[in-house]
Nanobody
Framework: QLELVESGGGLVQPGGSLRLSCTAS????????IGWVRRAPGKEREGVSC????????LYADSVKGRFTISRDNTKNMVYMNMSGLKPEDTADYYC????WGCGYFRDHIDGLDYWGQGTQVTVSS
């Protein structure tokens, strides 16, 4: 059983940066694609980014391309998402999630992801 715990959310001004971390326990992430899903107030959940943990390939939503970077640390079984150029529309609860399938599946089947963290809140406001 994989357990995921997010950290790193907070309040940041527009144009600022944050780094979210996802710590995994219970299983090696080598068997999964790991990513971030966000839910903004009044909006549907959106798959933001994904990384295939074993090979490192990545995928991003158009809304964050060029601003967000997902990475992993194989030795620590952790995934990170560096967020820069933050906008008020990035305000959301961010969840770390895992799928036994690839990132294409992750992007297209958010409701079917296998494991979820509790979420961390990101607020972009002046």
């Amino acid at each position: 059983q994989l357990e995921l715990v997010e950290s790193g959310g907070g309040l940041v001004q527009p144009g600022g940066s944050l780094r979210l971390s996802c710590t995994a326990s219970g299983s090696s992430l080598d068997y999964y694609s790991i990513g971030w899903v966000r839910r903004a107030p009044g909006k549907e959940r959106e798959g933001v980014s994904c990384i295939n943990f074993s090979i490192g390939s990545t995928l991003y939503a158009d809304s964050v391309k060029g601003r967000f970077t997902i990475s992993r640390d194989n030795t620590k079984n952790m995934v990170y998402m560096n967020m820069s150029g933050l906008k008020p529309e990035d305000t959301a609860d961010y969840y770390c999630a895992a799928s036994a399938w690839g990132c294409g599946y992750f992007r297209d089947h958010i409701d079917g992801l296998d494991y979820w963290g509790q979420g961390t809140q990101v607020t972009v406001s002046s």
